[in-house]
């Protein structure tokens, strides 16, 4: 069983989307008993909220509950046991570099796996949950594909 963490700075909008859409469409193609799938923060600001109203929106029209997710933050313990820790953002790689240890060759941007450099951008801070979730889209489509070939 492959173990996916995805990793944003409060767990509440991006990498909660990336968990809950990455498990959706694992088990839309029937896959979904491959692989492990988390989410945490690299900060304490949000730990214990809820996942953000937009997020729970945008995943809500495709009928995806995220009902009982709190923002909880990573931990060495989880970097070790991860296979891979997929970041949002390089900014999220500068801020939990202290968990990593010897784990950095685990660590990838999601939008890397469609190909693509950059960041996902944050929604707490643009507002654009729409935006977001094509992104997080895109990348998630890609690495199932990597990872089911």
């Not at 891979?84 to 790689?93: A, G, H, S, V, Y």
């Not at 784990?103 to 949950?129: C, M, Q």
Request: glycine share 8%; aromatic share 8%.
């Amino acid at each position: 069983m492959k173990k996916i963490t995805f990793i944003c700075h409060g767990n509440i909008c991006r990498s909660t989307m990336a968990e809950f859409l990455f498990r959706h469409l694992a088990e839309k193609k029937g896959v979904a008993d491959r692989f492990h799938i988390i989410s945490r923060a690299t900060s304490t600001e949000e730990l214990g909220n809820p996942v953000h109203p937009g997020t729970r929106e945008v995943l809500g029209r495709l009928g995806i509950s995220t009902k009982g997710k709190y923002a909880t933050q990573i931990t060495k313990k989880e970097c070790d046991e991860a296979d891979l820790l997929i970041i949002m953002d390089e900014r999220n790689r500068r801020n939990f570099r202290p968990f990593l240890g010897e784990n950095e060759h685990k660590v990838r941007t999601l939008l890397s796996f469609a190909g693509l450099e950059g960041d996902i951008a944050d929604p707490w801070y643009t507002g654009n949950f729409e935006d977001t979730y094509r992104d997080v889209l895109l990348g998630c489509e890609a690495l199932l594909s990597e990872l089911t070939k």
